[in-house]
């Protein structure tokens, strides 16, 4: 059975930092594109960063350039989110999400997308 597993949420204050890790199991995700995502209460979902398989190019949304930075260990089948002075508008629940397919499905239609963690939560207090 495939599974992604976020760990690492929490509460921070603004300025702090957290890494978020991404654990997938069930199958080898080396090839996959994986990354993140994010959703606020009463807003809809966002795209936050990904990076491929391979040569692991990243993406990242305007909002968090500079602040975050994503990387795989694809020994540990693991990725990982590290988020650098957090504001409270960083304040959401993270997911994990993996895919195969063409990278637009990434920006445009990320209900396609064929592996989702369950979320875990980010808070950032000013």
């Known amino acids: 059975?495939?599974?992604l597993v976020e760990s690492g949420g929490g509460l921070v204050q603004a300025g702090g930092s957290l890494r978020l890790s991404c654990a997938?199991?069930?199958r080898?995700?080396?090839?996959?594109t994986m990354g993140w995502f994010r959703q606020a209460p009463g807003k809809e979902r966002e795209f936050v960063i990904r990076i491929t398989g391979?040569?692991?190019?990243?993406r990242y949304a305007d909002s968090v350039k500079g602040r975050f930075?994503?990387?795989?260990d694809n020994a540990k089948n693991t990725v990982?989110?590290?988020?650098?002075?957090?504001?409270?508008?960083?304040?959401?629940v993270y997911?994990?999400?993996?895919?195969?397919?063409p990278l637009g499905r990434w920006y445009s239609y990320p209900s396609e997308l064929e592996y989702w963690g369950q979320g875990t939560?980010?808070?950032?207090s000013s």
């Open 121 to 124: 939560q980010v808070t950032v």
């Open 54 to 58: 391979g040569a692991g190019s990243t």
């Open 80 to 92: 990982y989110l590290q988020m650098n002075n957090l504001k409270p508008e960083d304040t959401a």
């Open 1 to 3: 059975q495939v599974q």
């Open 28 to 32: 080898s995700f080396s090839s996959y």
């Open 69 to 72: 930075t994503i990387s795989r």
């Open 95 to 101: 997911y994990c999400a993996a895919d195969s397919g």
């Open 24 to 26: 997938a199991s069930g």
